[in-house]
């Protein structure tokens, strides 16, 4: 436990010292734009997790491997190591990730995570269409975690990103390609304020990627990562009317807020029902609203454990303005060890 702490506190200080310099030298976004044209990394606001898209996006209180990318504090409730697999595909292309969660019972969890979201190809031609070679889009994220539970009430958790844009060329291309590289850090906190049987209520609340501009060509273009601060409460609403580990009803509510430029909050509300030991299965519903960075209406879904195998599949039933329609299944499969 010391030890964790103490990399908490180590990694902490470093990378506020790297990231320091960027905020505090970032320009004023003009009155009446959107702040978000301004930032670089977007990729970083797609949901990341079947569960968490079928909750709206309201992971911020909650416990599970899907924390991992959303707030690292909740991978401290994880009982046991495991690896898990997400695919959904976004309107801006499809997405892949892994995570491998090692659990050490007393100690803490730690992981290490990889987001894919490719863009896609096209082919390059010239005046003449002729065929001069193939353009890819390609983002990558990278994320080691480290969790730990304080006492029976409080979990911390910090996650450090290695964030990369690629943009390449193959073929006779006038353009070598662009690679532009960055590094991030996600905090979070859970708090339980009481006897979880007396108010079965936790508290989250982390602030994600924060750190140092996205430099893509030049100093004097580089955007600063769209930062944000999250705030969330989740209440156990079966807990309060039945006396059995066999079945609970999580109701959750966050708010999410720029970190630099405060005046468009977003808030999420999810719903969770599970009923099940060991085999559990799991009804899941929330909804988004005023959400700039993601089409706000309702998602749902459906999580089933058996033994050693989590599945989890949802769906946004919010219409895309991009292609003008809801957006495809997203899958999480985990395996427990």
Known sequence: ?????????????????????????????????????????????????????????AMTALEGPESAFWNPAGLAGLSHSQVMLFRGDNPVGPATAISTLLVRRGVGTIGLSYFLLDGGSQELRDADGNDLGTISVRNHLGVASAAARLGSR?????????????????????????????YAIDGG???????????????????????????????????????????????D??????????????VTVEVQERMRTPRSPSLYLGSEFTAGGTDRLALRAGYVV?????????????GL???????????SLAVSTLTGETEPVYVTFAVHF
């Open 1 to 57: 436990m010391r030890a964790i702490c103490k990399l908490f506190f180590l990694l902490t200080g470093l990378f506020a010292t790297l990231a320091a310099a960027p905020v505090t030298a970032q320009q004023q976004t003009p009155s009446g734009s959107d702040p978000s044209s301004t930032e670089g990394a977007l990729f970083l606001l797609l949901p990341v997790g079947a569960r968490a898209v079928s909750l709206g996006r």
């Open 154 to 182: 409080v979990n911390i958790g910090l996650n450090l990103k290695v964030i990369q844009f690629r943009f390449s060329c193959r073929g006779l291309c006038t353009d070598a390609g662009i690679t532009a590289t960055t």
């Open 189 to 235: 906190i859970q708090f339980i304020p009481g006897d979880s049987t007396d108010l079965p209520l936790r508290i989250g609340a982390t602030i994600a990627h924060l750190g140092p501009r996205l430099q893509v060509r030049n100093a004097e273009q580089a955007d600063p990562l769209p930062t944000r601060i999250r705030v969330a409460a989740a209440y």
């Open 237 to 250: 609403v079966v807990s309060s009317f039945f006396d059995t580990d066999q079945i609970n009803g999580w």
């Open 290 to 302: 005023g959400d700039l960075d993601q089409e706000n209406g309702a998602r749902v879904g459906l």
């Open 305 to 315: 454990r058996h033994e050693r195998f989590d599945l989890s599949i949802a769906k």
